[in-house]
C-alpha cells in the first residue's frame, strides 16, 4: 500500500499550549485511519492542519506526492482535500440539492452537471427525498449526511470526517458506519476521522492513531490499540504510566 | 420545480414578469407628468436596490457606503461632458470602472486584513464620507458649489446625449432595472451565484469546499459598485446638478438599502418591489398630511408604516407575496 496522505512531524502550538506535537501518521489510498483521544488531545487541531485551517509550525503535509502544507482550506480542497465540521454547516438558506451543489461545482463549472452529480451523492448518502427541502429544516443526522454528502461532492482523494457520529443514537450510527464503509470500497476512497464513538470507530478504520496530549502515544489495528496499556491508561486514568 | 426542468422560469412566473413588464411599458402614456416623476424616482430606487443586493443580499457582506458609487458614476460621467463634452454614454463606461476599481480596492483592503461585519460595514461608510468630504474641495468638479449640466428642453428625446424628457429617462430606466434583473438571474443560475450564496451563509464552510472566498467577495463588490455607477450617470443627466453633500449623502447609502430590504433581501424581484411600496407609500403620505398642518406628520407616518413591515414581513414584501401568487423565483 502506498500511503495517499502522508503527515510527518507535524507540530502547532497556540500560545502557551503544545496542541500538537510533532505527530506523523499516514493514511493509504482507500485506507481508512481514526484519529482517536481524549477531549483536548489535538484531534481537531490536527484536522486543520491538515485541511489548512492552520499552518503548522514545523512539519508537513503530503498528498498524493504533493506537499500541500500550509495551504488555505480552499486551495486544500482544490489538492483533493475535503472535510466535514464538528459543529455541522450547513448552507441553511439553501436547499439541500443547492447545498450539495457548491461542492459539485468544484469538479465542473456546468450547472446541469454539478447538478446530475450532486443528486447522485444525495443518493448515495440517503438524502434524495430531500433534495428541494431548506437546509435548516433537517434533523441532526441529516445534516451530518448533508455535512457529508457536499464535501463528498467535491470529488476529493481523501474526506475528512470530524466527528459525525457525535450526537446520533446507536441506530443512526450503525446507518452511518455502513454508509462510509460503502462508499469507501465502492469509490476507493480514503477517510481519516476523528470519532470519540468507539463502535463507530472499530467498525469502520482499518487503523487507528492515538493521540494523548497532542502527542501520538500509540498507533496500529483496532486490535493492537485496544489492548494497549498507554492508551487504556490515557482514558480510563489508571495508574500514572511512565513516559507519554 | 423538480431537478433538470426544462423552463429557466416557471410559466407563472414568465406571466407575471410579462404583465408587469406591459404595464411598466404603458404606464405613461396613460398618467400625468407627476405619477411619471414618481416612477422614476421608483425605478432609481429600484435599480440602486438591485445593484446593493449583489453585494449584500447574495454575498452576504453588508455595504453601507454605496451612495459612493452612485457619486462616482454620477461625477465622472457629468465631468467628462460638461468639461470636454465626453458623450454620456462613454462616460458612464468611464465611471463604471472608476466606480468597479474603487469597489474593488475597498472590498480587497478590507478582506485582506480580515475586516468583516460590521466593521466592513464602518468602514464602507468611512469611504464614501471621506470621498463625500474630497468632491468638497475638488475644484475640477466645481466643489461643495457643485457641477451643472446645461440644461436644455426637457421636452424631446436625444438619447445620444441623454438630454430630453421624463419620459426618456423612464424608459431608459426600466431598460436599466430589467436588465439589472436578467443579469442577476443569470449569476444566480451560475457558479459564481452558488458561490456568493454559499459565502453568505457561512464562510469557512464555502473555504472548506474549494471557494476562494476572498475573490468572489471582491468580485461581488466590484460588480455591485459598477452596477451603481451607471444609475449614478443617469440620475446626474437627470437631475442636472450634482453637490457631493447630497450625491454622497450618508441618507442617500441609507435609502440604497431600504428598499431591498423592505422587498426582501436576497431576492431577485425583492428590491423592485420594495421601491414600489416604499415611494408609493412615501408619496401617499405626503398627499395625505398635506391637508394638516402637523411638521412631521410625514416621517411619523412613513416611519410606523416601514414599522409595521419589518415586524410582520421581516424576510421582505416580496417572499410573502410570491408565496401567494405561487410564483418561483428559481434559480436552476
Known sequence: MTALLEVRGICKRFRGLQAVDDVSFAVPRGGIVALIGPNGAGKTTTFNLIAGVFAPDRGSVVLDGADITGLRPDQACRAGIARTFQVVKPFGGLTVLENVMVGAFKASHDRRAAEHSALEILGRLGLADKAEVAARSLTLPERKRLEAARALATRPKILLLDEVMAGLRPVEIDAMVRTFADLSREMGLAILLTEHVMRAVMALSHHIVVLHHGQKICEGTPEVVSRDPAVLDCYLGAAPAGGA | ?332
Not at chain 2, 157 to 165: C, N
Not at chain 2, 243 to 255: K, L, N, Q
Request: proline content about 3%.
Open chain 2, 1 to 332: 420545480m423538480r431537478a433538470g426542468a426544462a423552463l429557466a422560469l416557471p410559466r407563472r412566473a414568465a406571466l407575471a414578469l410579462a404583465l408587469f413588464v406591459v404595464a411598466m411599458l404603458a404606464l405613461p402614456l396613460v398618467v400625468n407628468s407627476y405619477i411619471v416623476s414618481v416612477l422614476v424616482v421608483i425605478l432609481f430606487a429600484s435599480y440602486f436596490g438591485q445593484a446593493w443586493n449583489i453585494v449584500t443580499g447574495f454575498a452576504g457582506q453588508l455595504s453601507l457606503g454605496h451612495a459612493l458609487y452612485v457619486g462616482l458614476g454620477a461625477y465622472t460621467a457629468a465631468a467628462l461632458f460638461t468639461h470636454w463634452g465626453v458623450l454620456p454614454w462613454i462616460g458612464m463606461l468611464a465611471g463604471v470602472v472608476v466606480a468597479g476599481a474603487a469597489g474593488a480596492l475597498i472590498a480587497a483592503l478590507s478582506f485582506r486584513f480580515r475586516v468583516g461585519g460590521v466593521y466592513f460595514a464602518l468602514l464602507t461608510i468611512a469611504f464614501a464620507e471621506f470621498t463625500r468630504i474630497l468632491f468638497d474641495h475638488f475644484g475640477w468638479v466645481g466643489g461643495a458649489s457643485g457641477l451643472f449640466l446645461p440644461v436644455s428642453s426637457r421636452a424631446g428625446a436625444d438619447l445620444l446625449h441623454l438630454r430630453g424628457s421624463p419620459v426618456m429617462f423612464y424608459y431608459l430606466l426600466l431598460a436599466l432595472t430589467l436588465g439589472a434583473l436578467t443579469l442577476t438571474h443569470h449569476l444566480l443560475r451560475r457558479r459564481i451565484g452558488y458561490y456568493w450564496q454559499a459565502i453568505r451563509e457561512d464562510e469557512e464552510a464555502a473555504q472548506a469546499l474549494g471557494i476562494d472566498v476572498f475573490r468572489y467577495k471582491v468580485a461581488a463588490m466590484a460588480l455591485s459598485a459598477a452596477m451603481t455607477s451607471v444609475g449614478g450617470a443617469f440620475l446626474a443627466f437627470y437631475e442636472n446638478n450634482l453637490y457631493p453633500d447630497t450625491v454622497f449623502a450618508i441618507g442617500r447609502s441609507i435609502e440604497i438599502i431600504t428598499a431591498p430590504i423592505i422587498g426582501g433581501l436576497g431576492t431577485l424581484f425583492g428590491p423592485v418591489l420594495g421601491a414600489f411600496v416604499l415611494t408609493t407609500l412615501g408619496e401617499a403620505m405626503t398627499s395625505l398630511s398635506s391637508g394638516f398642518e402637523l411638521n412631521g406628520l410625514k416621517q411619523w407616518c412613513y416611519g410606523a408604516a416601514l414599522l409595521l413591515i419589518v415586524a410582520l414581513q421581516p424576510a421582505g414584501v416580496w417572499p410573502w407575496l410570491r408565496a401567494r401568487l405561487g410564483i418561483a423565483e428559481v434559480r436552476r
